[in-house]
C-alpha cells in the first residue's frame, strides 16, 4: 500500500485521469490511496487569495508560500518525501519511478501559473520535470508520475513479469506486439511469433529490441546498462 498527497488548486485535473483504467482499480482496491490538499483551504482572506503578482515585475501570477506551506504541512508526517512538480526539476525517467514505488508516502506539490514564491522549495526532498516542454500546471505531471509509480506497486499488475521485460527497464524499447487475426487487412504476423518457439520467440523479440532503439532512440543503445559515476571531477588518491 502507498499512500500519495497531491498539493494542488486543481484536484480534479488529478484526481479525475486518475480514476480510470489500471490505477482507478489499484485505488478501488487499496494499492494505492490518493488524497488531496488545496492550497485555497488554506487561506484566511475574504477571497481566499492563492497567488499575487511577481515582484521585479514579470508576466503572469506567482503562488502565494503561505497557503502552500500550510496545504503541505497539514499532510506531511515523518518519513514523506515530498517532490516539487517543476520544469526545473530533475528529469523523471523509469529509474525515478523504481525508486520512488519504494516509498511509502509520497507528497507532491503542484505549481500553477508561473510558478511558486521560491521560498517553499526547501519543503521538497526532489524537484521533478517529465520533459522538456512547458504545462500549464504540475497537476498533468503528477498524473504521469502518479501513473508510473502506481504500476509498479506489487501486486497492482498481474503479472509483475509485464515490469521486468517492458521498455525502458532493460535500457531498450521493447519488441511489437501483435494479436488475432493472423492475417489483418493483408499483414502477417511475423512468423517467430507462431512457431510456438520459445527461444525462437525470445530471440526474435531480442533482436527486433535492438533494431528498433538503434533506429529510433540511438541514445538509448548508448546507455550504459548500470550508471557511470558522475563523471568530471576524478577522484583524487590523497
Ligand atoms: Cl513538473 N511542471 C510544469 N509546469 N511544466 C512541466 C513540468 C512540470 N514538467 C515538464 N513541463
Not at 482496491?29 to 487569495?49: K, Q, Y
Not at 517553499?120 to 526532489?126: C, G
Not at 509509480?149 to 524499447?173: H, M, Q
Request: proline share 6%; hydrophobic share 40%; charged share 30%.
Amino acid at each position: 500500500m502507498m499512500r500519495v498527497d497531491a498539493v494542488t488548486l486543481f484536484p480534479a485535473m488529478i484526481d479525475s485521469p486518475l480514476s480510470e483504467s489500471i490505477v482507478g482499480r489499484a485505488r478501488a482496491e487499496g494499492f494505492l490511496e490518493l488524497e488531496f490538499s488545496n492550497p485555497r483551504d488554506f487561506t484566511e482572506d475574504r477571497h481566499r487569495t492563492v497567488d499575487d503578482k511577481p515582484y521585479g515585475g514579470g508576466t503572469g501570477m506567482v503562488m502565494m508560500a503561505e497557503p502552500v506551506y500550510r496545504a503541505v504541512k497539514k499532510v506531511r508526517k515523518k518519513g514523506s518525501f515530498v517532490i516539487l512538480l517543476t520544469p526545473k526539476g530533475k528529469r523523471f525517467d523509469q529509474s525515478v519511478a523504481l525508486e520512488l514505488s519504494k516509498k511509502k508516502h509520497l507528497v507532491f506539490i503542484c505549481g500553477h501559473y508561473e510558478g511558486i514564491d521560491e521560498r517553499v522549495t526547501p519543503l521538497a526532498n526532489m524537484e521533478l520535470s517529465i520533459g522538456d516542454y512547458v504545462l500549464t500546471g504540475g497537476e498533468p505531471a503528477a498524473v504521469v508520475v502518479i501513473d508510473a509509480v502506481t504500476r509498479l506497486i506489487p501486486g497492482v499488475l498481474k503479472k509483475s513479469d509485464a515490469t521486468v521485460n517492458e521498455t525502458f527497464t532493460g535500457g531498450l524499447l521493447e519488441a511489437p506486439h501483435y494479436t488475432r487475426p493472423g492475417v489483418w487487412r493483408g499483414k502477417k504476423v511475423p512468423d517467430a511469433l507462431l512457431s510456438g518457439n520459445h527461444k525462437l520467440i525470445a530471440e526474435w523479440r531480442s533482436a527486433q529490441a535492438a533494431e528498433l532503439t538503434v533506429k529510433t532512440r540511438p541514445d538509448l543503445s548508448a546507455e550504459p546498462k548500470v550508471k557511470k559515476p558522475a563523471s568530471g571531477r576524478k577522484k583524487i588518491l590523497s
